[in-house]
């Protein structure tokens, strides 16, 4: 399967100028100012990007695909991902985790709907475990896990600072991030641990306390939700100058933010402003998540669910509203989570990686086109590509 993609603006994510790629099945097979197809070769599709920027496809980090939630009672369990829902959204590349729900949520379906997700034409990783300590795994171990099933990068979400987590100590954390960190090292996978940080003001306390006890680095830690509040933000751009990733949630609603949650596009710009490196910043959905809201004594009063969809508008708000370079605001959906979770063919646009491409439209940034392991999923704005069990209306 061969596909021409010509005249197109390049952003790899550096921009690269006006370029041809020619993919070859799931592959960048070549990158040149100018490729033409040859006289009498027949067997090609010649798309003309004039008018397009061509960005690499995006990595949503953080997303609960086989649905999540649970926490107003078994009715408000939130649904599995559709492939569409990733691919109109410009999303090539998922990692999924669990969340609060450790118990009917488990990590044989999680699995499962991995490699379904793969089977329908997109990339999908997972991390072994939930908010619970001790974790919930596979095989009975951490790194055997991370070791032994290819899908397994990382553990998490591990809960922090949170009424929701399970309290864990130092100690505790230390012997996850370990585990880890050990099957990283013995797998070549990433081995991060993913955590969730919740509304407390321990905020980040627990692992910054294992990174000063122990000889674990910071960066084996990757903590999510970090402008949930403005105090955490603050917490956060304090931990990032330590040398701390750092990852914000774009799945939001009207209340939080009036609440003083920091919108992502803001956030980013006041990180870059405070000096952190743009390599330490990354933006997640938190999909198919509950976006549960609790009253003074922890009830549940109210509920939304997270959406892929919030991923690249946050990021195109940082480009239009924020006045943030999109080579600098593309970076934290596409080059920093693959650097960040070792996807080496992820994250960039160059000859010999994977094939994962979004074609959005220059005068106004809105997704036009995306490719997924070469094969064109989203054309015009419409998914050409659908889920097994997607409507085909």
């Given at each position: 399967m061969l596909t021409l993609i010509k005249n197109g603006e390049l952003y790899a994510p550096t921009y690269l100028g006006k370029k041809d790629l020619l993919l070859v099945d799931q592959k960048i097979g070549s990158i040149a100012d100018r490729l033409d197809v040859p006289d009498n070769f027949v067997d090609i599709k010649v798309i003309d990007a004039a008018g397009k920027l061509i960005v690499p496809g995006f990595i949503d980090a953080h997303v609960h695909i086989t649905g999540g939630g649970g926490e107003g009672s078994y009715r408000t369990r939130t649904p599995e991902i559709n492939?569409?829902?990733?691919?109109?959204?410009?999303?090539?590349?998922?990692?999924?985790?669990?969340?609060?729900?450790?118990?009917?949520r488990t990590m044989t379906n999680l699995i499962a709907k991995a490699r379904a997700l793969e089977e329908e034409g997109i990339s999908c990783f997972i991390h072994t475990g939930s908010y619970q300590v001790p974790l919930k795994t596979v095989t009975g171990k951490i790194e055997d896990d991370i070791i032994l099933i290819d899908k397994i990068i990382g553990a998490g979400e591990v809960a922090i600072a949170d009424h929701r987590s399970s309290q864990p100590t130092w100690e505790e954390m230390a012997k996850i991030a370990s585990a880890a960190r050990i099957g990283g090292l013995l797998s070549g996978k990433a081995g991060v641990v993913n955590i969730h940080v919740g509304d407390s003001y321990d905020h980040l306390k627990v692992i910054e306390q294992v990174v000063e006890k122990t000889d674990i680095p910071i960066r084996q830690f990757y903590p999510t939700h970090i402008n949930r509040n403005p105090h955490l933000f603050a917490e956060g751009i304090r931990y990032a100058k330590k040398g701390g990733y750092v990852d914000f949630t774009t799945s939001t609603i009207p209340k939080f933010l009036e609440e003083g949650e920091v919108k992502c596009s803001a956030a980013l710009k006041r990180m870059l402003h405070e000096g952190v490196p743009i390599s330490q910043i990354t933006f997640t959905s938190d999909a198919q998540a509950s976006l549960p809201d609790f009253n003074e004594h922890g009830e549940l009063i109210g509920l939304k669910i997270g959406k892929v969809s919030s991923l690249y508008k946050e990021v195109r708000d940082a480009v239009i509203e924020e006045s943030i370079p999109l080579e600098t605001a593309m970076k934290v959906i596409t080059e920093n989570p693959a650097s960040i979770l070792k996807l080496k063919q992820k994250g960039s646009i160059a000859e010999g990686k994977d094939a994962d491409l979004v074609l959005l439209n220059a005068e106004d940034y809105t997704i036009d086109s995306v490719f997924a392991l070469g094969q064109l999923m989203v054309e015009n704005g419409r998914a050409i590509v659908k889920g097994t069990f997607e409507d085909e209306e």
């Open positions: 492939l569409t829902d990733a691919t109109l959204a410009g999303v090539t590349t998922l990692v999924g985790v669990i969340g609060t729900d450790g118990t009917t």
